[in-house]
């Protein structure tokens, strides 16, 4: 029996988790259609779901299509929550890419196929909604052609489109074997020759190309109908790869789910990639190694999930018993680095607690949120007792608001959405604290210099002091406390794409009085080095300097020609910058760049300049130096170590420093 796990990707309302309902239907897993208008879907589980008719957290369901067992993940297709998709993406053999006939290529489907591409994930297309009024099969494959992939093969012909009887008829378009020929050098020649190709030829070159990410099948139909869908199950058990792996080989896999069961415990979604993990099993997961014992697994099943004492590779499983484990952590023998698909979230915004909810059950609810979602990232800060969540967009927030109401009772607004900006040096700064010198009251010696970096090097930690000349847990605090205190920079956002070198280093090796034990006031400690460093870090940041830049998405704007009279201003006003100009028939095309923080006034308010035409696509692209008005400034969450005074009176000291 082979396994194939697949993912079903869209823009949203392009009818993805309608079309799952049709396969699921289709080959018998269910009797009756759930809608999501209806809020009775099987994937759509949670209350928010229903109500709103979106999905925002992935969701599996197993069906199985004659020998295969297909694991299919149905993921969100709102662009607020893009990190729910790219968590899947790690551990899809296959996907099907759902297409409107009516609403066309969007902006989301260019960054979705984008990805799926750059992953050489092998990908179905399914132009959706054919029986929809305003259906364009054929101008939306050319779209598809145009503006996604060229390596496209229509697997047939659709007929009536635009009514409820449109249907879809197979057999592969007379391109085909044009399209496969610009990866088969047999078939180039054969077309070269003009000799006939038989079906089998180009049907085995079709699977081996689909399989291999090199072109892309495409079918048309309508998950309301079902016209199309059972071309669809064919295609997907056909042509793509179901999942490989040893299950006798070295436990390993990824998770890339957590929920909660109905008693709150933990649950963690992983896909096995290799050996067979089993209950009572003890794994190492996470980068730090931790172990931890597996005390149930549950398995997806017909439409369900049913407990199984084992999940071998190639299988996606349910696992209990693992309290510590979080997303994107390994099991097992590490895989590849988890990669990030997709830029974090830009946004950020204060939780504001409304009339008797209790701080600590807010902030508990919180944790719970990010533990799901870590590209939340919270922020807690003590001395204001607030907390700030990050974000992709407004409708998140939304969620966000929604999500603690209903299923943790707790009432909460927003303060307005800001923009998340980082700090670079602009040039290079030293600074010493030396063991037993006033002003330190630290037991310990540590220099450190700070230059700027190349952009998207991150943090780089170096010495130039021998690493015998002191205990190795000693420089090992230094470097952890480096990387956290950059955290916050002078302007109390994050420093990146810096080298920071230890240049001093010193200690007071451990003392003891005669006939009685480890004197701290004497010896240095860990605490010593993680008390100074700040304060050195700091200095050495002031004397360097730093630059704030703010995020900036590239934006493409299709709109209609005589409309960029009124779009032109508009934004300029927005600090929107057009790199590029062209034109599509009696459209125009912008591509340049905008400040993140303007992206959602510009969604609003392109609909109205563009007589609701304008189409927008866009996405993070780099971070620009803040050259205009004052330079914005993050609260800080730390001890401050940029007004010593404070910082001391703050940090824990030795007894008679």
């Known amino acids: ?52 008719g979106i999905t925002i957290k992935s969701a599996v369901v197993s069906f199985p299509i004659d020998d295969v067992t297909v694991n299919l993940i149905d993921t969100p297709g709102h662009p607020d929550f893009i990190a729910e998709v790219e968590r899947v993406l790690g551990v899809l053999d296959g996907a099907v890419l759902v297409v409107s006939a009516v609403e066309g290529v969007q902006a989301q489907t260019r960054v979705l196929m984008r990805t799926l591409q750059r992953l050489r994930i092998p990908t179905l297309l399914f132009v959706n909604k054919i029986d929809r009024g305003g259906a364009r099969p054929d101008a939306v494959l050319r779209a598809i052609s145009a503006r996604l992939t060229p390596a496209v093969v229509p697997m047939g012909t659709t007929a009536g489109p635009g009514t409820p009887d449109a249907r879809f008829t197979t057999g592969l378009a007379p391109t085909a074997p044009d399209v496969l020929a610009d990866h088969d050098d047999d078939l180039l020649a054969a077309c070269v020759e003009g000799g006939a190709m038989s079906h089998t030829t180009v049907r085995t070159a079709l699977t081996a190309q689909t399989r291999q990410a090199q072109v892309h099948p495409v079918y048309f139909g309508s998950a309301i109908t079902g016209a199309g869908v059972d071309a669809l199950v064919t295609g997907i058990k056909e042509l793509l790869p179901p999942a490989d792996g040893d299950p006798g080989g070295p436990v390993s896999g990824t998770v890339f789910k957590v929920d909660r069961g109905p ?33 149930a697994i549950g398995v997806f ?37 988890y990669g990030r698909f997709f830029a974090p979230p830009t946004l950020e915004t204060v939780v504001v607690p409304g009339p008797g909810v209790d701080r600590g059950k807010l902030h508990l609810a919180l944790t719970r949120l990010a533990e799901q979602d870590p590209l939340i990232d919270l922020r807690h800060d003590e001395v204001r007792q607030e907390t700030a969540v990050s974000l992709y967009g407004e409708v998140q927030k939304e969620v966000v608001q929604a999500t603690l109401a209903e299923e943790f009772g707790l009432d909460v607004t927003f303060r307005e959405t800001t923009t998340i900006c980082i700090e670079r040096p602009s040039g290079s700064g030293a600074a010493v604290e030396y063991n037993k010198k006033d002003p330190n009251p630290f037991l ?104 704030v830049y703010e995020p900036m998405h590239r934006f493409r704007i299709e709109a209609p020609a005589d409309t960029l009279g009124a779009l032109l201003p508009v934004l300029a006003a927005l600090r929107a910058v057009p790199q590029t100009t062209g034109t599509r028939g009696v459209d125009c095309l912008l591509e340049g760049a905008v400040p993140a923080g303007r992206v959602h006034e510009l969604e609003q308010r392109l609909p109205g300049l563009t007589r609701g035409e304008g189409e927008l696509e866009t996405a993070f692209d780099h971070h620009a130096p803040i050259t205009y008005g004052t330079v914005p400034e993050r609260p800080r969450t730390d001890h401050n ?9 703050n940090v824990t000291r030795r007894v008679g420093s």
């Open 444 to 547: 310990a010696t540590v220099g450190l210099r700070v230059e700027p970096a190349p952009t998207g090097s991150g943090v780089d930690f170096r010495l130039e002091v021998e690493l015998g000349s002191m205990p190795y847990a000693f420089f090992k605090a230094v470097e952890d406390t480096v990387r956290e205190t950059l955290g916050q920079g002078l302007h109390g956002w994050q420093v990146t794409d810096c080298v920071v070198t230890m240049t001093h280093s010193g200690y007071s090796p451990r003392q003891s009085h005669a006939h009685q034990g480890f004197d701290k006031s004497m010896s240095s400690t860990g605490a010593d080095f993680r008390g100074v460093t700040p304060l050195v870090l700091a200095e050495a940041l002031r004397r360097a300097g730093v630059r």
């Open 641 to 649: 170590p940029l007004n010593r005074k404070e910082y001391l009176l």
């Open 301 to 337: 099943d017909h439409g369900g999930d049913v407990r199984a004492d084992a999940v071998p590779a190639g299988r996606i499983a349910r696992l209990w018993g693992l309290t510590d484990i979080r997303i994107g952590d390994a099991i097992g023998e590490p895989r590849k680095a």
């Open 1 to 52: 029996m082979h396994v194939l796990n697949l993912g079903i990707l869209a823009h949203v309302d392009a009818g993805k988790t309608s079309l799952t309902e049709r396969l699921l239907h289709s080959v018998g897993v269910i009797d009756e259609i759930g809608r999501v208008d209806d809020g009775n879907t099987r994937t759509d589980t949670l209350a928010l779901e229903r109500q709103r």
């Open 263 to 295: 008693a709150g415990e933990k649950v963690a979604y992983a896909r096995m990639f290799s050996g067979t993990l089993r209950t009572r099993d003890r794994v190492p997961f996470g980068d730090a190694g931790q172990k931890g014992r597996v005390t």
